[in-house]
């Protein structure tokens, strides 16, 4: 018999695109100035593609001029969750759905105010719903 999480997966595996898996399951990342959100500017609240939590609000969305959607905040405290990433030579903190524990980019501490923070989000693991 199956467990819990193999079938989670492999219920993902058919969910998602390629793309949208290796980034949210895997921790890849998308080529800077691709994705369907960098340049993005209409209002509306931003879900993960593998379970649908809120996670960003465009009010908190701005150009980093990075090449992926950033933010200053998340939608709530508990939308994400931060962990210590030291892949690639480098020390990050990676960015998490809180929910499901996909990986959806990492936070920088060179944001503008007033949070000074700078959440680098993959478009591929975003679902746009705009405001009604």
Known sequence: MSQPDEIYEAELRQKLTPEQYRIARE???????TGLYHD?????????????????R???????GSGWPSFTAPASAEAVSEHRDVSH??????????????????VFPDGPPPTGLR?????????????D
């Open 27 to 33: 921790g890849g990342t998308e080529p800077a100035f």
């Open 40 to 56: 993005h500017k209409a209002p509306g609240r931003y879900h993960c593609v593998a379970c649908g939590a809120e996670l960003f």
């Open 58 to 64: 465009s009010e908190e969305k701005y150009d980093s």
């Open 89 to 106: 030579g480098m020390v990050r903190t990676e960015v998490r759905c809180h929910r499901c524990q996909s990986h959806l980019g990492h």
């Open 119 to 131: 959440y680098c989000i993959n478009s591929a693991v975003l679902d746009f719903k705009a405001a």
